[in-house]
């Protein structure tokens, strides 16, 4: 069984970096052919897809994130990261990792695996 946790700080002030990380257990992070994604959930909106890595390294955002997003990952430690650059009360959200054969979606059968989300606050 494949499990992600998501963790994090749940505060982080305006024009700061927001950093998460998942830790994925049940499966090695660069396995054929997996997508580690990120999506979040802003209030009173429906999900957004921010971006992921993929099996290969390959690392893919969505556009308007392009430049402020940053996903990465550490294989020894079987878990991947997001920088999230210049925070504004807007990137206010729940953040949830997701992985599965294929990325961009945001469904919730989308993704074979899910964690638990992270509430995450931009307020100074």
């Known amino acids: 069984q494949v499990l992600l946790h998501e963790s994090g700080p749940g505060l982080v002030k305006p024009s700061q970096t927001l950093s998460l990380t998942c830790r994925v257990t049940g499966v090695f992070i660069a396995t054929n052919y997996y997508y580690w994604s990120w999506i979040r959930r802003l209030p009173g909106k429906g999900l957004e897809w921010i971006g992921c890595?993929?099996?290969?390294?390959?690392?893919y955002y969505d556009p308007p994130l392009v430049g402020r997003a940053s996903i990465s990952w550490d294989t020894s430690e079987n878990q991947f990261t997001l920088q999230l650059r210049s925070v504004t009360p807007e990137d206010t959200a729940v953040y949830y990792c997701?992985?599965?054969?294929?990325?961009?979606?945001?469904?919730?059968?989308?993704?074979?695996?899910w964690g638990q989300g992270t509430q995450v606050t931009v307020s100074s």
């Open positions: 997701a992985g599965g054969d294929r990325f961009g979606g945001v469904d919730r059968d989308y993704y074979d695996s």
């Open positions: 890595i993929g099996y290969d390294g390959n690392i």
